[in-house]
């Protein structure tokens, strides 16, 4: 059975920081490609980040760069989200999701991943 399952989510005042985990099991981790998606209430489904477990590469949504860093542990199947400096239009459930590799130029698509894990909720006080 395929699972992603997140963790770490919370609450947190504003300039704080957070650890997403996304942990994967069910399919070969290494085929695929993890991504980061949030949604706040009444918004669209936002791609954050996503890492490619063949090379490492990294990509980010403008609004996170260089306060979200993304990372994965291949030992362990599960994919990391550190976020810092957070601000409270970060609030959001965040998804993480697997996609496949040929797809990776549309990774900011919800609709393109294969896989999603249940939902993690991070709220950011101001």
């Known amino acids: 059975e395929v699972q992603l399952v997140e963790s770490g989510g919370g609450l947190v005042q504003a300039g704080g920081s957070l650890r997403l985990s996304c942990a994967a099991s069910g399919f070969t981790f290494d085929d695929y490609a993890i991504g980061w998606f949030r949604q706040a209430p009444g918004k669209e489904r936002e791609g954050v980040s996503c890492?490619?477990?063949?090379?490492?590469?990294?990509y980010y949504a403008d609004s996170v760069k260089g306060r979200f860093t993304i990372s994965e542990d291949n030992a362990k199947n599960t994919v990391y989200l550190q976020m810092n400096s957070l601000k409270p239009e970060d609030t959001a459930v965040y998804y993480c999701a697997a996609l496949d590799p040929s797809l990776l130029s549309l990774w900011v698509l919800w609709e393109t991943y294969d896989y999603w894990g249940q939902g993690t909720q991070v709220t950011v006080s101001s």
């Open positions: 890492i490619t477990s063949s090379d490492g590469s990294t």
